[in-house]
């Protein structure tokens, strides 16, 4: 057994394979406080509510935060920023601690592997990602684990690419990042993350047309499409205009950031998008066209879409961290199989 985890600004997201099956554990890296009282206590107890209660607050963490932030009238708040722990954040350590073990369980034997998602360090600020990394792995660890950390780019190549033997480039449009790994056979060759996903499309979106930042998400999470057709001085056409504008500023980064020597000449790259902020309609299409109208040092092959771009990053490690567990017993059947040769 083996398992692989999503750490992601917004969502945390497990993946085990049971049979032929790959079965994901999903909940929301948030939380709400709120004042203990006889009515939080009973609503708490007679639910499966993931919750602490520390001296006179109680947290509420994960899917149900939203819920209770609502009924108490509260705002929810957030473990991560950018990708990375949220500095501004001081609950964020045992809340990130709980949703975690909630959604890798415990392990089924120990010294499990487990292969979890880091970002590259952002070409685009000074946030350093290695606090946040040995964090994680920690939990992890002190769990029972033996975690390995895997870049979230190089995570969609491994759950998105093994058809084209790994390699290509893979971009995750997350909430707080936007990852990009360009790999050559298994081997990462170039990656960079960038400090603007989904939440910098949010924030820009609401300040430009005055509107409060939750307002905007919910409108571009339920029927939110990148046609251009519709709302300009709306929300929506603020949605699209910053959406381009995002897709531009990663492509942009690409171009600085790949040489021609990392691709071998003649060779055509295949492109994944993937990650919440890739779901809209029209998302990958317009993706397509700003990189084909771009000057990239290699040629394209063609751009196309996770099947399930909330999941592959998760994916994506579970499949390193099976092989990985693999390894061992393959090297020993392999020297078997020689110490039987040589005795021929
Ligand atoms: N249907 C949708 N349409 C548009 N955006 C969506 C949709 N569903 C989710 N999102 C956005 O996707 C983002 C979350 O995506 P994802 O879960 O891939 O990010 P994450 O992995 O948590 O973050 P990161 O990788 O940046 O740390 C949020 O900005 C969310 O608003
Ligand atoms: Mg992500």
Known sequence: MAKGLDVGTMNIISAQQEGNETVFVQQRNSFVEIEYSD??????SRSDVLHIRKDDKVYVVGDDALNFANIFNKETRRPMKHGILSSDEKSAIPMMKLIIEQVVGSPSHPNEKI???????????????????????SFLDDMGYDAEPINEGMSVIYSELADN??????????AG?????LAYYAVPVMKFSVARGGDWVDEQAAQATGTPVDKVT??????????????????????????ENLLDYVIENIQREVDEEDVEEGLDVPVVVTGGTSSPKGFTKLFERHLEEANIPFSISGVSHADEPMYSVARGGLVAARSDEEQPQQEADEEEAEAVEAED
């Open 39 to 44: 009515m939080a206590e009973q609503m708490l």
């Open 218 to 243: 919910s409108i571009k999470e339920e029927d939110f499409e990148l046609d251009f057709t519709t709302d300009v001085g709306g929300v929506e056409g603020a949605l699209s205009i910053y959406y």
């Open 115 to 137: 292969y979890f998602s880091t970002p590259a360090d952002p070409i685009d600020s000074d946030l350093s990602t290695l606090y946040h990394q040995k964090t994680i792995e």
């Open 177 to 181: 990042m936007t990852n990009v790994c």
């Open 165 to 174: 033997d790994f390699t290509g480039l893979g971009i995750s449009f997350g």
